[in-house]
């Protein structure tokens, strides 16, 4: 089946307890959200995801964890404070503000006026103040991308990272960012407090074009690895006009989102020159330059950078995953992610509450494989019930312990996909999962 309406993920993930709208009892805030019991487990393993596989499993990749309050220099320096801007036009009628390159026909989608004021610039930065005193010398701002910490850190990862980088190699970041979006939307698409997993890939400037291009299907592989349907993906290189003030090419990893959304960016792969390291060397007047032994002369790095939105991929990961069937007449909803990404690895439930042995053996198991993976035990609903509620925030194992199980310590281990159980003896059952599960 096709991506599930924004409407009906929106509810699932109200229901099983993914995604709350925050401050919910106060009537919701501008389109910011809360991850639940299951959502936040979700989004550490699409963090854990990202950080293993370009972190732990690459020799030339460190990361670091930043800031998000930072010099406010940085964004002059940056070009932020002049250019990272959107477009905003307000209706002279109902005084709503949109962005007019999303108006149809130049019309208030509020109220049909056509009578708009011209577009001017709007700055997307968040501002705040440090210290008691609120004036303009103790103005700061909220990260608007967390590369800006990875840059101005060049030199102390250089110099402290063990065994000593060598061109080429990357320094890695996961952190939140914050953007005063004027359009914000389609759950956790777009908002305003939001986070990213970012690679700053340096390299010398001839080997940029050919290690963007690796970047790229890289990061396309990740996607599909991790179980995102193929067909749902693309890779769009950007148009010059599109191409952000520091960028020399660009192209997005794109996914097909349900209409009325369609073909959106999901992450962002942009060669970047050395235009970060060059500013932020002569705005601070402190160079920031590798040292070539082949040559024996001082260069700024080129840099690959792959960027990408964990909330949007997790919102990616959840529509994707998003599937019904029918099931011996009855509606099945089963979200198929892949077991890593999976909230909960396993659930433990006796076959009936009410026999005690059945209930302390289950209890056993549960506190065996807990230290293990995220597991829960619950007795609280017939098995039937219970193997539905997994299949609903995509718990790939159940585990039943039966009548059978007291005599031969056995118990059946449930597929979500298939539904085919197996029966397993409980002193193998650690390594049955680990396999099926690697971490
Ligand atoms: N450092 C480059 C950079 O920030 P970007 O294309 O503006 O590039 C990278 O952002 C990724 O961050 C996007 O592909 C998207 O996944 C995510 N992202 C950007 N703005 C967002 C927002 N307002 N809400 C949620 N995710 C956002």
């Known amino acids: 089946m096709a991506a599930p309406s924004m409407d009906v993920l929106t509810s699932l993930c109200k ?45 030339d990749v ?32 109902c005084h709503q503000r949109f962005r007019p390159d999303l108006l149809e026909e130049n019309r208030c989608p509020n109220c049909g006026s056509t009578d708009l004021t011209e577009p001017r610039q709007f700055n ?28 101005v850190n060049f ?15 990357g320094i890695a970041q996961i952190g939140k960012a914050f953007r005063n979006e004027i359009v914000t939307g389609n759950l956790t698409f777009r908002t305003r407090e939001f986070e990213q997993f970012e690679l700053e890939y340096f390299c010398r400037p001839e080997d940029a074009p050919r290690l963007h291009q690796e970047w790229i299907q890289e990061r396309l592989r990740w996607y599909v690895e991790l179980g995102i349907h193929p067909e749902r993906l693309r890779i769009r290189p950007h ?27 999901l992450e962002g792969i942009a060669n970047r020159t050395d235009y ?10 402190h160079p920031l330059e590798y040292f070539d032994e ?14 990408g939105g964990v909330d949007r991929a997790v919102l990616v990961f959840l529509l994707d995953a998003y599937d019904e069937e029918e099931v011996r007449g009855e509606k099945r909803v089963v979200l198929r992610l892949h077991p890593l990404l999976a909230p909960l690895k396993v659930a433990v439930f006796p076959l009936k509450r009410n026999v005690p042995e059945l209930v302390e053996m289950a209890k056993g198991i549960f506190g065996r494989l807990r230290p293990h993976m995220r597991a829960i035990y619950d007795d609280t609903g017939a098995i039937g019930r219970l193997y539905r509620r997994m299949d ?7 585990i039943t312990v039966d009548f059978q199980s007291l005599e031969d310590q056995t118990v059946t281990v449930r597929d979500r996909d298939t539904m085919v159980q197996d029966r397993v003896h409980v002193d193998e059952l650690l390594l049955y999962l680990r396999e099926k599960i690697p971490w």
Not at 246 to 262: S, T, V
Not at 276 to 285: I, T
């Open 15 to 59: 229901r099983r307890g993914f995604i709350f709208p925050s401050s919910e009892i106060y009537g919701g805030f501008a389109s910011t959200w809360d991850y639940g019991p299951f959502g936040s487990e979700l989004k550490r393993n699409v963090r854990e995801a990202w950080w293993r596989r370009v972190v732990w499993e690459r020799p």
């Open 62 to 93: 460190e990361g670091i964890d930043g800031a998000i309050l930072m010099a406010p220099r940085i964004w002059e320096v940056s070009g932020h404070l002049a250019s990272f801007t959107d477009p905003l036009v307000e209706c002279k009628s």
């Open 124 to 151: 997307m930065m968040f501002k705040t103040f440090v210290g008691p005193v609120e004036d303009d010398a103790s103005v700061a701002y909220l990260r608007p991308e967390t590369c800006q910490t990875i840059f």
């Open 155 to 169: 030199e102390n990862v250089l110099n402290t990272a063990r065994p000593t980088p060598k061109l080429p190699f």
């Open 239 to 265: 148009e010059q006009k599109e191409l952000a003030h520091y960028a020399a090419a660009c192209a997005d990893i794109e996914y097909r989102f349900p209409d009325p959304l369609g073909w959106r960016e």
């Open 276 to 285: 970060d390291l060059r500013r932020h060397g002569e705005g601070s007047g």
């Open 294 to 307: 082949a040559t024996g002369q001082h260069l700024v790095p080129y840099v690959i950078e792959p960027s």
């Open 392 to 398: 609903e925030v995509g718990t790939p194992y159940c």
